[in-house]
């Protein structure tokens, strides 16, 4: 992936929450409608996403967009959601012509516990393609809920 299209993340724990910050190229496609806050089906906008995977197929969906929209999920099983539209607390930190970022405090609480694996990714549009990107890519088309494609977190939480 050309540097101009590298997600850069950096998380960090606190007594009560994951946070995670992150900067990610902005192309400038079409914003959801509605007010910034909980939105479904994010997904069929630029996005970043993180997973988060416990025992058990047990996981938390993050995905965030450049205009303030965020979705949470868990799941239970490959897809099979058990909560959603979970409240956060987020923030825009900046946009500017060719970046975004922006950050979210995840509640400890809404994590599988305990996390064992994890996977980050990002969907985005350009030149009328839409591009799926994996930190961990699994088999075959894109897939983000292949739960096997995701590796071991690298701290405990």
Same mark, same amino acid.
């Not at 897809?79 to 409240?87: A, D, F, Q, Y």
């Not at 607390?89 to 064992?116: F, N, R």
């Given at each position: 992936?050309?540097?101009?299209?590298?997600?850069?993340?950096?998380?960090?724990?606190?007594?009560?929450?994951?946070? #995670?910050?992150?900067?990610?190229?902005?192309? %400038?496609?079409?914003s959801?409608?509605?007010?910034?806050?909980?939105?479904?089906?994010?997904?069929?906008?630029?996005?970043?996403?993180?997973?988060?995977?416990?025992?058990?197929?047990?996981?938390?969906?993050?995905?965030?967009?450049?205009?303030?929209?965020?979705?949470?999920?868990?799941? %239970?099983?490959?897809?099979?959601? #058990?909560?959603?539209?979970?409240?956060?607390k987020?923030?825009?930190?900046?946009?500017?012509?060719?970046?975004?970022?922006?950050?979210a405090?995840?509640?400890?609480?809404?994590?599988?516990?305990?996390?064992?694996k994890?996977?980050?990714?990002?969907?985005? %549009?350009?030149?009328?393609?839409?591009?799926?990107?994996?930190?961990?890519?699994?088999?075959?088309?894109p897939?983000?809920?292949?739960?096997?494609?995701?590796?071991? #977190?690298?701290?405990?939480?």
């Amino acid at each position: 992936m050309p540097a101009n299209r590298q997600i850069h993340f950096v998380m960090s724990l606190t007594n009560e929450n994951l946070v #995670i910050r992150w900067r990610a190229p902005n192309l %400038k496609n079409d914003s959801p409608e509605g007010a910034a806050g909980p939105l479904w089906e994010l997904w069929n906008y630029d996005v970043v996403e993180f997973f988060f995977l416990g025992s058990d197929e047990h996981y938390l969906e993050l995905e965030f967009g450049p205009y303030g929209h965020y979705l949470v999920l868990e799941l %239970k099983g490959v897809r099979k959601i #058990i909560r959603r539209m979970l409240p956060l607390k987020t923030s825009l930190h900046s946009v500017d012509d060719e970046w975004w970022s922006g950050a979210a405090e995840i509640p400890l609480s809404y994590l599988p516990q305990p996390v064992q694996k994890w996977n980050a990714y990002a969907i985005y %549009k350009e030149n009328n393609n839409r591009h799926f990107c994996a930190l961990y890519p699994g088999e075959g088309p894109p897939d983000f809920h292949q739960l096997a494609a995701f590796s071991n #977190i690298p701290f405990p939480i």
